[in-house]
DNA sequence: TTGTAGGCGTTATCAG
DNA sequence: CTGATAACGCCTACAA
C-alpha cells in the first residue's frame, strides 16, 4: 500500500523511452519532439509524479534547505523572527530546518553537526546566552560555509550580521525618559556577554550623559533570565533598599519591565506618576497591559526576511560575501504608551 | 577554499583498502581487524569525516525529517508545540522541516508537495482555519503516509489526532464562572469549521444546562480572527446595545479575552465586579495583566512531544496505526485568577 | 578479513 | 531527436 512514488524510470518504462528522454521533456529541453513531451508530462501527471529532491540534492550537492539556529522558538521576537525567515525561503523555494538551543552551547554545536550532515546550503543562526566563543562558527567560515547572524551577532571575521539598531533603540527610549521629567531610572540590563546587551547599556549611557545626567553605575542591574518573575524580585529589592528609590525603569526586554511594573505595583506606586516603565522588543502584550508599555518596537519579521535574503544571494553567487563589508542594521521604533507619559496636573 | 567534505571515498583512497571496508569499519561491522578499524577511525577523524545524510536518505528512502504543518509561527500555543516536536525530534535523530500556512489553505497544500518531494518520513499537523475538505490528507492517508494531526484536528478515517480536552477545558472554565455568580455569560465564540471551536462551544452549553442556566444563543458570539481588536470592538458593540448587559465572558482564545477586558474597561466596568472574564490558553501575557486573566491552560509542549512520539512510533514500525483507533486527548487545566473571582463585600 | 558490483533517482555528457 | 553511461555518497549481497 505504502509508498510507490513514481520515478522518472516508471515513466520511462511505460512509455518505452529512455529515462533521460523523459527527464528533458520534463523540463522542456531543446530537442525533444512535442509529441513525446505531451505524452511524458500526461504520464506524469498522471501518475502522479514528482521529483525526489533527496536525489537532487545528491546529484547536485545542493540541499535546497536552509538551517536555522535560535535560541528559544517561544518566544514572541524570535518566533517572528522565523516568520520572516520561513517566508521568504518558501518564496524562493528553499526548505527551513529548525533547531532551538534552549540556550544551550552544547546544542548550539551539536545543531550544526547534524545540519552538516544534511548538506545544508547555508545557516542563520543566533547564538545562545551561553556561547561565549566563536570557534565553532569561525571554523564553518573558514571552510566557506555561507552563515547570516541575525539579532545576536558576534564580533568575528568574515561574519555576515544582521541586527536592530540596539544602541538608538535604548537611546531613544531613555531620551525619551528624561523628556517627560525622570531622572533616576533604572536600567534592567541583559547578560553582559551579548553584544545586544551591551549595545542597549551604551544607548542607556550615552542619552543620560547627552542629557546632561551623570550615570550611577549602580543603576545598571543585570537581569540574566529576563524573565518577569526574575525583574519582578529584583525590583522588589530595590525599592525596599535604603537608596534613593528610582523614578523609572528601562527594560533590557518587555518581560523584565512588566516584572518591574507589577513590583512597583505591589510597592503601591502609581505608573506612570510615580514610575515610568519602558521596554524593548514590543511583544504583544504591550498593549494588552494596564497602563499600556512604552517599548522599542524590533522589526523582527524584516530581520528574518532580510537575513534570509542575504544568506540566499550568497548562496546562489548573488552576492559576494566579500563584497559585504558592514552589519545590516534595522531601525527600531519607540512606540510610547502611558507607562511612560507623565500625566500633566 | 568551500567544501571538500571527505566522503568515505577519501578515506578508502588513502588508505588503500575499498570502500565497503571504510564503511564497515566506520559502523563496527563483525569481521574486520581491529588494525583497519583503528587506521580508519583515525583518519575520519582527522578529516573531519561526517556521513552525508542526504546519500543515506536516497539508498534508504528515508530521510529521518519530519515535516511540520502549522498555521502560525507567532502565536504562544503553536510555537510551545513546535518546541516540543523539535524537543522530541531532535533527541531521536530526526529533523523537522518547518512550513506555516498563514491560514492559508492553499499554502497547506503547497507545504504538502513540497514536503513529499523532500521525502520526509511523516507529517505533523495543524490545520488551517481555510481548511473546510480534508482529501490532500485523506489522499496522503490512503498512500500510506504517516499523518498525525494535533489541537486543529480532522474527522477522517484512519487519521491520529491529538487534541486537548476542549470540551472539559471550556466546561469547567463556565462552570467556574457560574459559581461566581455571574449569569449572563457571553462565549466569545472560534470559526464554527474547526473542532476545537466546537467542542469548547459544547462545553459552554452543557456547563449552563447542567447549573440549571437555560441557553441563549445569542450570547455565543463568533470572533472568527480571534484577535484582541477584534473582541474588543465586538464588546464594545454588545455592551452598547440595549439588550441586557452581560456579566462575564469566556473568550475561545486569550486575545478575544482581553479584547472583552479593554472594552469592559473603556466602559467604566469593574472587573471582577461588574464583569469576570475566563480566556483559553494560558498564554504568557495571563499573569502579566490586570487584573490577571483567569484561563484554560493547554499542555502545548505535551502535545508537540505526544504527536512526535507517536508519528516516530508508526515511522519506526514501532505502533501500528491500526493500534491507534481513539484519538489522544490530552487534560486542561483551569488557572483562576483575579479576572473571575469576584471580591466578597 | 576484505573486495566487487549494483542501485537508490536524477541529470550532464557524449554518442548516435 | 533520443539513448547509453556515468556519477553524486553510501550500503549490502555476494564473492573471494
Redesign the interface.
Known amino acids: 500500500?505504502?509508498?510507490?512514488?513514481a520515478t522518472i524510470k516508471d515513466i520511462a518504462r511505460e512509455l518505452n523511452v529512455s529515462s533521460s528522454t523523459v527527464s528533458r521533456a520534463l523540463k522542456d529541453y531543446p530537442g525533444i519532439s512535442d509529441e513525446t513531451k505531451r505524452k511524458v508530462k500526461e504520464l506524469a501527471a498522471k501518475l502522479n509524479y514528482?521529483?525526489?529532491?533527496?536525489?537532487l540534492?545528491?546529484r547536485k550537492?545542493r540541499?535546497f534547505?536552509i538551517g536555522v539556529i535560535i535560541p528559544?522558538?517561544?518566544?514572541?521576537f524570535f518566533?517572528?523572527v522565523?516568520?520572516g525567515i520561513?517566508e521568504v525561503a518558501?518564496s524562493r523555494g528553499y526548505?527551513?530546518?529548525?533547531?532551538?538551543t534552549n540556550e544551550k552551547y552544547d546544542r548550539e554545536r551539536s545543531s550544526i553537526?547534524?545540519m552538516?550532515?544534511?548538506?545544508i546550503d547555508g545557516f542563520l543562526v543566533s547564538y545562545s546566552k551561553e556561547t561565549q566563543d566563536f570557534d565553532h562558527f569561525s571554523n564553518l567560515l573558514d571552510?566557506?560555509?555561507p552563515i547570516v547572524f541575525f539579532d545576536r551577532v558576534p564580533q568575528i571575521p568574515k561574519a555576515i550580521n544582521v541586527m536592530v539598531d540596539d544602541y538608538r533603540g535604548a537611546y531613544d527610549a531613555v531620551s525619551h525618559l528624561i523628556r517627560q521629567g525622570y531622572k533616576r531610572i533604572i536600567h534592567l540590563a541583559g547578560p553582559k556577554n551579548l553584544a545586544i546587551s551591551k549595545e542597549r547599556i551604551r544607548g542607556y549611557r550615552d542619552a543620560l550623559t547627552d542629557h546632561g545626567i551623570e550615570v550611577d553605575e549602580s543603576l545598571i542591574v543585570e537581569c540574566p533570565l529576563g524573565t518577569?518573575t526574575e525583574s519582578r524580585k529584583i525590583t522588589t529589592e530595590i525599592l525596599k533598599s535604603d537608596s534613593v528609590r528610582p523614578d523609572a525603569f528601562f527594560g533590557n526586554n518587555d518581560m523584565a519591565a512588566?516584572g518591574a511594573m507589577?513590583a512597583c505595583?505591589d510597592a503601591g506606586l502609581q505608573i506612570p506618576n510615580d514610575v515610568g516603565i519602558v521596554g524593548f522588543s514590543n511583544?504583544?502584550?504591550c498593549?494588552?497591559?494596564?497602563p499600556g508599555l512604552s517599548s522599542v518596537a524590533q522589526p523582527g519579521f524584516q530581520m528574518g526576511a532580510k537575513a534570509t535574503e542575504i544568506l540566499l544571494d550568497i548562496i546562489e553567487k548573488k552576492l559576494d560575501p566579500e563584497q559585504i563589508t558592514e552589519s545590516v542594521t534595522l531601525p527600531t521604533e519607540l512606540l510610547i504608551r502611558k507607562s511612560s507619559v507623565r500625566i500633566k496636573n
Open positions: 500500500m505504502k509508498l510507490g512514488q514528482r521529483p525526489n529532491a533527496i536525489a540534492s545528491l550537492s540541499s534547505t528559544e522558538v517561544v518566544h514572541f518566533s517572528t522565523i516568520s520561513e518558501n526548505n527551513v530546518i529548525l533547531t532551538q553537526e547534524t552538516l550532515s544534511n548538506q571552510q566557506g560555509y518577569d512588566v507589577l505595583k511583544w504583544q502584550f498593549s494588552m497591559i494596564d
